[in-house]
Structures are given as C-alpha cells and as structure tokens.
C-alpha cells in the first residue's frame, strides 16, 4: 500500500488501512499496543480508526512500533472529521449516546474480541447503571454496562 500512496498525500483513512495492515502482519494486540505507546487501549483503538487525535508523540511512537511511513505520525495527530453515514437522533442526551457508539463501537468491538473472541455482550441479559459522581471539573454521570458475553456459533 505504501508504494501506492508514496508520492500523494495520506489521509486519516489511508493511515487507519496502514496500520491494521502492520498490526496484523506484527502479530499485535491493541492492548499490546496501548501498553507500548503509554496510553488506553480504548482511545489507542479510537484513534488508530480516526475518531481521535494522538498527541504526536504518542503518534510518533506508534509510527516506529508498526513501521508506519514517517509522515504518518503528523496524520494521526490531526484532528479528526467525525462523519456518520445514518441517521442522527436530535435530542442532545441521546445524540450524545450516539456519538459515543459512533467514536467507540469499533473500539469495543475489537476489545470484546481480543478478550472473549468472536462474539457480542447481549442486550437481553444486561444490566446498566446510571450514577452520578462528584468530580473537580463538575460532576459525572457514570454509566455503567454489564452484559452477558454470547459466543458466535459456527454451523
């Protein structure tokens, strides 16, 4: 892929196809490469897809973990456009749920896998919380979910 995009600009797409390129080749886990870098694996994941910013030198250090293309680092320190294809609910409080499935689904996704393998946490058997917690910067709302892992079947 480098050969084909060598003499043009990278894009935030080109750099996310790059790097699961590189941590598939590696044999990395996201958590492997969250610990590597000094950062989350949730916001590693999010901002390896481009639905956030690494501050450049923890793009910089990803870029020479996966042997990414030099220019990629300055990529993945942008800010990112956060675009959804479907339909976007206009109440604030639910549009915010939504945002946060749109920036973090893929992430949990993949961490669900990488822990309990190809399978979903069920909607049926799940449990949620919603707790307010006191906080410097104002307070919190918590939410917290708790969903039976369901296995996929191979038939």
Known sequence: MKDLIADELLTKEDVTA???IARKKA???WTGIAAE???SPVFTHSA???MNAFPLEKAEKLAALLSLPAEAAGVLAESPNKVFAQTVPTDPCIYRFYEIVGV???T????IHEEFGDGIMS???FDMSVTRVAHEKGDRVKVEMSGKY???NAW
């Open 27 to 29: 044999g990395l886990t």
């Open 104 to 106: 973090y689904g893929p």
């Open 150 to 152: 369901l296995q996929y």
């Open 37 to 39: 870098i000094g950062m």
């Open 108 to 111: 949990l996704k993949a961490l």
């Open 18 to 20: 790059l790097i699961i």
């Open 48 to 50: 390896c897809m481009g």
């Open 123 to 125: 909607a049926i058997d």
